[in-house]
């Protein structure tokens, strides 16, 4: 049986680094059985993605590929803060913001850029929100913020 990291050296990505904060805050935090996450922006490298609103700058398919890395950078927090991830029993909730255009109601879309990474890392399925927003911090097009039980 292969484990999540395993899963996605399959899909030729490994946990990076946890994102330093850009505020006053942790990247997780356990209480009892559960990991939450902060909100994850799209950083690769220590470097934001991409800027601008989904609908407008930045497109709705690479919209799915920021929202992917964003929930890769949610693993990462989770494993910084139980140090195994075959100690995630399952995903319970995934929060996904889309800085959007008015116009612009294909949030579920964008969101599953991070759901379906975690269904092909952790199985299962879960809870979610997809949320337009008017802006994210550092003008981020996505973020996505996790809740696990282990």
């Excluded at 975690?118 to 981020?140: I, K, N, Q, Y």
Aim: glycine residues 10%; negative net charge; charged residues 20%.
């Amino acid at each position: 049986m292969t484990g999540p990291e395993e899963r996605l050296a399959e899909l030729g990505l490994i946990v990076p680094e946890v994102a330093k904060p850009v505020a006053a805050y942790v990247p997780a935090v356990r209480s009892g059985n559960h990991v939450f996450t902060s909100g994850q922006l799209p950083m690769r490298d220590g470097e934001l993605m991409a800027t601008g609103k989904v609908g407008g700058e930045v497109s709705a398919e690479e919209a799915y590929t920021y929202a992917q890395q964003c929930a890769l950078n949610a693993i990462a927090a989770v494993k910084a803060e139980v140090g195994d991830l075959a100690l995630v029993k399952r995903v319970v909730k995934v929060v996904a913001f889309v800085a959007s255009t008015p116009d612009f109601t294909g949030q579920p879309g964008v969101a599953n850029g991070a759901s379906e990474l975690f269904g092909t890392v952790f199985g299962g399925v879960h809870a979610r929100s997809a949320v337009g927003v008017p802006v994210l911090p550092l003008d981020s097009p996505v973020e996505v913020e996790l809740v696990v039980e282990v």
